[in-house]
């Protein structure tokens, strides 16, 4: 069995989704059984999918730790009376019945009190640990506002609303590359800068839309805005193609068009 | 994750120990990353909470189930809440109108309550998006996310079937790298 192109085909990224029938399921599962190679592969796909789960946390509304804890104890007090009740029930009636039913009832009163004493100690380092949440999420202040603006991003980015248009790279700079999120509707405008080449410090890039054949004004941005983020532009209707130039810092009201480094079609 | 003030190990012995403490502090380090999880596949509150009581209480209930050598604690507890809200977004009406909610859900997801709490670990994000097309970031959410068959996410995608399994591979190797690089 070829493992390698097993691997390439991508049933093991649709397996570890959930994504295949159930057969589909048994079949790549008695697989992976077989060849710990693909254990392998498996796992690191669920490790990056997991990872970037983790953009995604949120905080929950309420507070459910007491209501966990309880099911918790329920759990493991049931399982205690249980083979509690084993010992009481498999004895007839003998001293032994007396004695077994004896040792049940002081089983759950300790585990009573063996729970009390695991919930004090839980408040306490409750309360510790809830002083160093505290303290992180004060360090945290700055990278959350950065996170709520990739939140954002995610949004437009997978918003059928907005029509996403790559702008390629010219003879200026050939590797440039650049996407514009355009929402007709809204007019809302964002740039993504993926690949631009640093502009001289007195210069900044301008976006343009080409509407109705002539240039119109859609924004100015810097370099130093990082490869990733989308940048808020101006509104823009109509438009049939993008660009974008290197301006003198502030922008000009036309393009230079030697200075153009990116440029797209609708 | 790298600032725990208890390590992997010590934590997972403690589980398999059935010390209760482990579980609040499962509870406290976690609680955002597996309700964002779920309120990202069964985006309504309420849900959403009691399936973060269920992932707590079987992740204690099933724990002696987690094979430490297959893999990382966080990915097996994502993988219990994952199934138990796909499980429940399969059970339930969603389905019936739930083709076009996706979407429409990445929406609502910013527009209602910011209470996003952040990880380090995922500022490589803003990376990861910048290197994604975007119909690589909807066949992820799709397939992982929603709960979508292969046959689904070519219908919503206007693919071909036999590209769907290409692309995610893709996709997803684009994140393993990303990722590999973040460890270095």
Redesign the interface.
């Known amino acids: 069995m070829n493992l390698k192109d097993y691997k390439?085909?991508?049933?093991?990224?649709?397996y570890?989704?959930?994504?295949?029938?159930p057969e589909e399921h048994a079949e790549v599962e008695s697989l992976i059984s077989k060849y710990p190679e693909l254990?392998v592969e498996v796992?690191?796909?669920?490790?990056?999918?997991?990872?970037?789960?983790?953009?995604?946390?949120?905080?929950?509304?309420?507070d459910?730790?007491e209501?966990?804890?309880a099911?918790?104890d329920i759990?493991?007090k049931d399982s205690a009376s249980q083979e509690a009740k084993v010992v009481a029930l498999s004895s007839t009636s003998s001293p032994l019945v007396k004695y077994s039913v004896a040792a049940s009832v002081a089983l759950l009163l300790l585990g009573n009190f063996y729970?009390y004493n695991?919930?004090r100690?839980?408040e306490k380092?409750?309360a510790g640990?809830v002083n160093?949440?505290y303290k992180?999420a004060q360090n945290?202040d700055l990278?959350?506002a950065?996170?709520?603006k990739?939140?954002?991003?995610?949004?437009i980015?997978?918003?059928?609303s907005f029509k996403?248009i790559e702008m390629q790279g010219l003879p200026l700079y050939p590797s440039g590359k650049a996407r514009v999120f355009w929402n007709e509707k809204s007019q809302e405008t964002y740039v993504?800068a993926?690949d631009l080449p640093k502009p001289e410090y007195n210069k900044q890039f301008q976006l343009w839309a080409i509407v109705d054949g002539k240039p119109v004004d859609a924004g100015v941005f810097d370099f130093e805005n990082?490869?990733?983020?989308l940048l808020k532009m101006n509104n823009i209707t109509g438009a049939q193609a993008f660009a974008v130039t290197i301006e003198p810092k502030g922008g000009s009201i036309n393009p230079s068009m030697d200075q153009m480094v990116v440029f797209s079609k609708i | 994750m790298k600032q725990s003030i208890l390590s992997e190990e010590v934590l997972v012995d403690l589980l398999f120990k059935r010390e209760r403490q482990a579980i609040t502090y499962l509870y406290d380090h976690y609680k955002a990353a597996l309700y964002g999880v779920l309120y990202r596949i069964v985006p309504d509150e309420d849900e959403a909470l009691d399936l973060l009581q269920d992932t707590f209480v079987k992740i204690w209930k099933n724990f002696d189930q987690y094979d430490p050598t297959k893999g990382r604690l966080y990915t097996w507890m994502v993988n219990v809440a994952r199934n138990l809200a796909i499980d429940k977004l399969r059970s339930k009406d969603f389905n019936n109108n739930s083709k076009n909610q996706p979407i429409d859900n990445v929406v609502n997801v910013l527009d209602s309550s910011k209470n996003y709490s952040i990880n380090p670990d995922t500022i490589g994000l803003k990376e990861m998006m910048a290197k994604l097309s975007p119909e690589q970031i909807s066949i992820i959410d799709l397939l992982y996310y929603q709960g979508y068959t292969q046959v689904e996410v070519a219908e919503e995608l206007n693919i071909p079937l036999g590209t769907v399994k290409t692309r995610a591979r893709l996709a997803i190797s684009i994140l393993r790298k990303e990722f590999d690089k973040e460890k270095v």
């Open positions: 390439s085909s991508g049933i093991l990224e649709l570890v989704s959930g994504a295949l029938s254990a796992e690191e796909i669920e490790n990056a999918l997991a990872n970037f789960s983790l953009a995604f946390s949120k905080e929950p509304p309420r459910i730790k209501n966990i804890l099911e918790i759990l493991e729970f695991q919930w100690s839980t380092q409750l640990l160093q949440n992180l945290y990278i959350k950065t996170y709520e990739t939140q954002h991003d995610f949004t980015a997978t918003a059928n996403q993504l993926v990082k490869s990733g983020e």
